[in-house]
Every structure is written in C-alpha cells, then in structure tokens.
C-alpha cells in the first residue's frame, strides 16, 4: 500500500472539533496527498472517484447539500463513508448534516468541524501529507546550504568531502548532513535532510564525530533545505577530458526520483582549494540563473575577436 500516515498524526484538536468517531477510528491510515473536493459525488457520480482522499466540504458543498433531498443525501453520504475514506472536514463554520453525522456515529466515522476558510485548510493538509508521505531515497554525501543554494557533494569515500564541508562551514555556510542525505520528492522539486542520528554531527578522519551546532553555533546549521545542484568530486586522471570552458557541461544532469538535477563533475588533485572552487561553481550557477554565462561569453569575446581580426 506504500506509504500512510493516521489522522491523528494531522489533524489538530485545536483547530478541528471531532463530532463523530471515537480515538480507535483516529487509527485510520492516510495514503493520498490530495483533498477530495466532492462536487460530482454529490451529484451522484462515483465511477473515478478515490476513497483514500480526505474529503473536504467548503462554502459550495454545504450550499449544494441543502439543496439536496434526504434521500440523495442518504444515497451519497452512505457511499462517502465507508472503510477507506480517511474522514470528511467541514469547513468555515459549517455544521455537520444529521444524514451524515447519524451515518458517521453507526460506522464510527471520523467527522471534523473547522471555522477555518475552505482554501488554507486544503492547502495546509495538501503540504503536510505531501512531506509525509513523500517518495524518499537515501544518497550517500554531504549536504549544504552554499550561498543560498542546496549542495551535495560526494564522491569516493576519503576524497574528503567531510574535511571540505568543515572548510566551508568555517566560511560561512551551512551544513544540513554529513554521510548520508534523506532526500525527499516534496511538490516539484526534492528536499534533503539529516537522518535523526546523524544530524548536526560531521565525521572527520583522525579527531572523529564533532557538533557544528555546539562547535561553531545554531547559526551554522540547517534542518531542511532544497536539493539543487550535485557536485561530483572525482581523483584526477590525467587521461581523462574534463570541463575547461564550461559549455560541455550544460547539459549534464541527475534524476533523482524523477526530478532532474544540474551536476557538476569536480577532479581533486594537490594544491587545489576544493572548497574555493565549490563555492565559484555555486556562484556560477547563480550567475546563470539570472542570465549571465561566464562561458558563453568567452565563447562571445572570441568569436568577435576572429571577425574583427578578418575585417582588418
């Protein structure tokens, strides 16, 4: 059935008042990130519709629900609840109709009231059980916060990825995880964390586990953030071709669960700054982002200059 989350998890007493079911129908699993807004099964259309969806009745629904006879509200509502739907909310002050509410106390289905407006409540659901039953994945590296931007950096396991992530934590940026990255398929895009027993701590080799947090403050660390460039850190090889100019690497990327990622494939040799050009590579992508191609404009310079050289 793939991954679920229970009502009880999501729903707050706070904001919902539970009318019907007990805390044994709060058990019930969730296993769609999406809100059903019945407007055709109220009209009395199930043919595509999915159970699994919490069901959300707004300003609209309610309004067409007194127009309803209490025949077809019996007719719907007895489909409506039954085992797989999750429950039903009734939003912006709306009460609960007593076909629904008799037919909710017989199956001990969970019904919930909310003065809360129709829209936050499908956005703020929507974004909960998309982070918690999001598709994962675990990758193996470093995770940082580099001038705004989400980067691992892996490699081989002793090129130093944890020894560069100390390097430019100490310049500023901020570290997400260390050794393995929790990786998240969030809306259209991925998200990245620690795992909870690794979190906050950097492995370096010969002193051990160190805290960032406790080492070089709160400031230096982050919980979350968004995955959007991978830096592969590769041992030199002086026979193999790597990227001099820039333009060979534009098309270079990595789907992770579906979604493509820019990669950049980064040699490691003595007396290079790993942590310097890490942090050009993010800026140049930055730069691209607004428009600007350090690349394409050599390409640009040299090409104007073969033409006004033929012209003289």
């Given at each position: 059935m793939g991954k679920s989350i229970q009502l009880k998890k999501i729903l707050s007493e706070g904001s919902y008042t539970r009318i019907t079911g007990d805390e044994e129908s709060m058990e019930r699993e969730v296993f769609v990130a999406e809100i059903n807004r019945p407007g055709f099964e109220l009209a009395g259309f199930f043919k595509h519709s999915d159970f699994r969806r919490i069901i959300l009745l707004g300003e609209k629904e309610n309004a067409f629900i007194q127009e309803m006879s209490a025949e077809a509200q019996l007719a719907c509502f007895s489909k409506l609840v039954n085992d797989e739907t999750p429950c039903i909310i009734i939003a912006k002050g709306y009460k609960t109709p007593d076909i629904l509410k008799n037919i909710a106390i017989k199956r001990n289905f969970p019904v919930f009231e909310t003065d809360q407006p129709t829209g936050r409540i499908s956005i703020g659901l929507t974004g909960k059980l998309d982070e918690y039953l999001a598709e994962d994945t675990l990758m193996h590296g470093v995770f940082l916060n580099i001038y705004g931007k989400?980067?691992?950096?892996?490699?081989?396991?002793?090129?130093?990825?944890?020894?560069?992530?100390?390097?430019?934590?100490?310049?500023?940026?901020?570290?997400?995880?260390?050794?393995?990255?929790?990786?998240?398929?969030?809306?259209?895009?991925?998200?990245?964390?620690?795992?909870?027993?690794?979190?906050?701590?950097?492995?370096?080799?010969?002193?051990?586990?160190?805290?960032?947090?406790?080492?070089?403050?709160?400031?230096?660390?982050?919980?979350?953030?968004?995955?959007?460039?991978?830096?592969?850190?590769?041992?030199?090889?002086?026979?193999?071709?790597?990227?001099?100019?820039?333009?060979?690497?534009?098309d270079n990327t990595e789907e992770i669960l579906g979604v493509s990622i820019p990669k950049m494939v980064v040699p490691v040799t003595g007396g290079r700054s790993m942590a310097a050009i890490i942090e050009a590579a993010v800026m140049n992508m930055q730069l691209k982002s607004t428009g600007f191609d350090s690349s394409k404009e050599f390409v640009n310079r040299v090409l104007e200059n073969i033409q006004s050289k033929k012209e003289n």
């Amino acid at each position: 059935m793939g991954k679920s989350i229970q009502l009880k998890k999501i729903l707050s007493e706070g904001s919902y008042t539970r009318i019907t079911g007990d805390e044994e129908s709060m058990e019930r699993e969730v296993f769609v990130a999406e809100i059903n807004r019945p407007g055709f099964e109220l009209a009395g259309f199930f043919k595509h519709s999915d159970f699994r969806r919490i069901i959300l009745l707004g300003e609209k629904e309610n309004a067409f629900i007194q127009e309803m006879s209490a025949e077809a509200q019996l007719a719907c509502f007895s489909k409506l609840v039954n085992d797989e739907t999750p429950c039903i909310i009734i939003a912006k002050g709306y009460k609960t109709p007593d076909i629904l509410k008799n037919i909710a106390i017989k199956r001990n289905f969970p019904v919930f009231e909310t003065d809360q407006p129709t829209g936050r409540i499908s956005i703020g659901l929507t974004g909960k059980l998309d982070e918690y039953l999001a598709e994962d994945t675990l990758m193996h590296g470093v995770f940082l916060n580099i001038y705004g931007k989400g980067v691992i950096i892996r490699g081989d396991s002793g090129i130093g990825k944890s020894e560069i992530a100390l390097e430019l934590i100490k310049k500023g940026h901020l570290l997400i995880a260390d050794d393995a990255v929790e990786i998240y398929h969030i809306g259209t895009g991925l998200q990245g964390r620690a795992p909870t027993v690794l979190k906050n701590l950097l492995e370096i080799r010969g002193i051990g586990i160190i805290d960032v947090g406790k080492m070089f403050g709160a400031g230096c660390v982050l919980d979350k953030d968004q995955v959007e460039l991978i830096i592969q850190l590769e041992r030199w090889l002086p026979s193999r071709e790597y990227a001099r100019i820039g333009l060979e690497a534009d098309d270079n990327t990595e789907e992770i669960l579906g979604v493509s990622i820019p990669k950049m494939v980064v040699p490691v040799t003595g007396g290079r700054s790993m942590a310097a050009i890490i942090e050009a590579a993010v800026m140049n992508m930055q730069l691209k982002s607004t428009g600007f191609d350090s690349s394409k404009e050599f390409v640009n310079r040299v090409l104007e200059n073969i033409q006004s050289k033929k012209e003289n």
